[in-house]
């Protein structure tokens, strides 16, 4: 027998009806009748307990019998008042900074020889814009040093080279990976580079295949895409045919280091997606190659872009979504394995089948989601040598810098980014989808601080994202998916 308001969130997709139950993050089909008679529940809010029980009573025997396993299983609860919003590892967040860093990615140089139209340090962005700045040999090698220093318990490490375009700081990557590998001795050790490829030389294929180095190359798709928004700073000039020229330089005198690169593709919506995803699915060169799609960033951009999308745009980016989920529900698609869009897969099972369920939340203390282990997870070192959480947060706000390494963590700054939603911690206490909040300190940062506004003005785009992902998630299982 239920007496109170249930903490739930209900869902309704055609005419399949579901709860998602805030306190277990748990999902549930529910029957038309248990969805009616929850759904008076949470819509008022003054309704009192008698009136509960005097509905309950006039549900069907099965209907009554199904609440009543579900509260036996530990969902319907109602929301927990006395809940403090603290982050778990709060206090061990310190002890893990000692002896538990896996991953340090070191901005090598400021510099890039494009101009990406899109770039966040074009000038566009609340961010620093392009700069000759390079890290200096000495900070890269105390930053290494720095990595070695703390990561005593972990197995494996890698470290990553970023830019601006990295390859103009080759020698100086030489140098930290020789340096590594003497330090590392002994340990499982790997690197990575996020490059635009237009640098890329004989010696540098045979040195970054050499030393197995992950090399992800930004393309965003055939000529006409590429070298609309991905051109030389000194010429304008696209860029597709140099990198193409760099692609079949790899595969003549590195074939095996293929396996190694993958391609990160920026869309713009405000072109024709579907010839995008056919490219990487069936252009020789590339179809091999692994791609990863992310949509034009948004956030931090000075001035929101005013060109009005075409609606044909978001229809066939849609499209390019709908085949990547019946590609994981049925063999009728081909090659949509490798597709643009399949992203948008990995985000579905890194959000809702990696999801943690709970018995019963009996912690008075508990934290939205959204905000990953400050540098633990990623550590971004950029040129000076301070560090942040990663390459995606606003660089030139000290609010998110966790310390330097010449003097270490600033353990409290690192704890209030961790513990970001303390600023709405009232708004967050009311969200049914706190736990699967995608919300992080990068999208809370504003002129230096960390803002209370700038996060909730994400907040509509979350949730409708959250129930979003939810309603494709059970959908997709329903229909069998091998992926979700
Ligand atoms: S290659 Fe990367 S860093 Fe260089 S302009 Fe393009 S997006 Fe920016
Ligand atoms: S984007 Fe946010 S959550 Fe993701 S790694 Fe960076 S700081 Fe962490
Ligand atoms: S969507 Fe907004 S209100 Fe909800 S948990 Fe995230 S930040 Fe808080």
């Not at 703390?150 to 197995?155: C, K, Q, T, V």
């Not at 330089?249 to 593709?265: D, M, R």
């Not at 070192?381 to 600033?410: A, W």
Request: hydrophobic letters at 35%.
């Amino acid at each position: 027998m239920i007496e109170h308001i249930p903490y739930i969130h209900l869902i309704e997709i055609y005419n399949e009806k579901y709860l998602y139950d805030v306190n277990t993050n748990g999902i549930v089909h529910i029957s038309d009748e248990m969805f009616v008679f929850l759904n008076k529940l949470i819509s008022n809010t003054s309704i009192s307990k008698e009136q509960i029980s005097s509905e309950y009573n006039t549900l069907s025997e099965e209907c009554q019998s199904d609440i009543d396993l579900l509260m036996q299983r530990g969902f319907l609860c109602d929301k927990n008042e006395n809940i403090v919003f603290r982050h778990p590892e709060t206090d061990r967040l310190e002890e893990f900074y000692k002896t538990n860093l896996n991953m340090m990615t070191l901005q090598v140089t400021q510099n890039c020889n494009l101009r990406c139209k899109y770039c966040v340090y074009s000038g566009s962005y609340v961010n620093r814009t392009h700069m000759n700045k390079r890290m200096s040999l000495k900070t890269a090698i105390e930053a290494v040093k720095f990595l070695y220093d703390h990561s005593l318990n972990s197995d494996s490490v890698t470290i990553g080279f970023y830019g601006g375009e990295p390859l103009l700081e080759y020698e100086l990557i030489k140098q930290c990976v020789q340096y590594a590998e003497e330090i590392f001795a002994g340990k499982k050790l790997s690197f990575n580079m996020t490059s635009n490829a237009t640098l890329l030389t004989e010696d540098s294929i045979k040195f970054l295949a050499e030393h197995g180095f992950n090399l992800t190359i930004s393309l965003d798709g055939p000529a006409n895409i590429q070298n609309k928004n991905r051109i030389f700073a000194a010429s304008n000039k696209g860029t597709y045919e140099t990198v193409m020229e760099r692609l079949e330089l790899v595969k003549k005198i590195c074939p095996e280091f293929i396996k190694n690169i993958s391609f990160n593709a920026v869309i713009d919506l405000k072109q024709d997606v579907s010839c995008t995803s056919q490219f990487f699915m069936t252009y020789d060169l590339v179809k091999e190659i692994g791609v990863s799609g992310n949509y034009v960033d948004v956030n931090n951009l000075k001035e929101l872009e005013q060109d009005e999308v075409p609606p044909e745009f978001y229809a066939n980016s849609n499209y390019e979504v709908f085949k990547v989920y019946l590609n994981s529900c049925t063999n009728l698609l081909k090659g949509y394995d490798s597709s643009l869009y399949n992203f948008h897969i990995s985000a579905l099972h890194n959000q809702m089948v990696e999801r943690n369920v709970y018995n019963k939340h009996d912690s008075c203390y508990d934290c939205p989601g959204g905000q990953c282990l400050p540098g633990i997870q990623r550590l971004f070192v950029n040129v000076d040598g301070k560090m942040f959480p990663c390459e995606r947060v606003n660089e030139s706000s000290d609010i998110l810098c966790i310390g330097s390494i010449q003097e270490g963590f600033d353990i409290e700054n690192a704890k209030n980014l961790l513990n970001v939603a303390k600023i709405s911690e009232n708004e967050c206490k009311k969200c049914w989808c706190y736990k699967m909040c995608e919300l992080c300190c990068g999208k809370a940062e504003n002129n230096g601080k960390l803002d209370k506004g700038k996060r909730l003005s994400f907040c509509k785009t979350s949730r409708y994202s959250i129930e979003e992902n939810i309603k494709n998630y059970v959908t997709l299982k329903k229909y069998g998916s091998r992926t979700v």
